[in-house]
């Protein structure tokens, strides 16, 4: 009974919080758009950045507060994502979806929510690999990275993360994984397991 109280809470809560609905809405969006064309819209990230960052800092108790708050979170949703982007692993509209949902909960939250994002990214990738019956192969690139990464690292050199394209298992688009682990991220710390 407790936990279906705590259900119908955390429902009225998401129905008229402005903020969770515009990022719900937001991330379903880039989710769908990846899923299509590979491509998460700038006016997306951007705007939905932008409008986070005002409303937070004008709907905290203090503005100061809101703005670090909201500031906070989209450097550390940036920070978190970069480097995947910088090794070939990740696409730049990613990098700024997780930059711009970090803006909407904050810079501890947004940590939890890239956790969340890299479980079920790796979930989506077994699925995915499966799927395409090339399971195989993507557990051959895990340990050729895995051990290129390793050495790179020993030698002092800067690791690439490509792999090549007769030996990738395809392309992910990873905007569902990121939709997927925050929105399970708020959920989760709405219900206070996180």
Known sequence: ????????????MLATDVRMLALFALLGVAA?????????????????????????????????AGAMSAFGGLGVGF???????????MGAGDVKLMAMAGAFIGPQQTLMAVLFTF????????????????????????KTAAQGMAISSMAGIRPTGHVHMSQSVGKLPYGICIAAGTVVEVLAHQLGYV
């Open 119 to 142: 479980i079920a990214g790796g979930v989506a990738a077994l699925v995915f690999a499966i799927h395409r019956r090339r399971l195989a192969h993507m557990l051959a690139n895990v």
């Open 1 to 12: 009974m407790q936990e279906l109280d705590a259900v119908l809470e955390l429902l009225a």
């Open 32 to 64: 769908v758009s990846d899923w299509r064309s590979y491509r998460i819209p700038n006016w997306l990230t951007f705007g939905g950045a932008l409008f986070a960052l005002i409303y937070g800092t004008l709907a905290a108790r203090t503005p100061t």
């Open 79 to 89: 920070a978190a994502m970069l480097p995947f982007y910088v090794l070939g692993l």
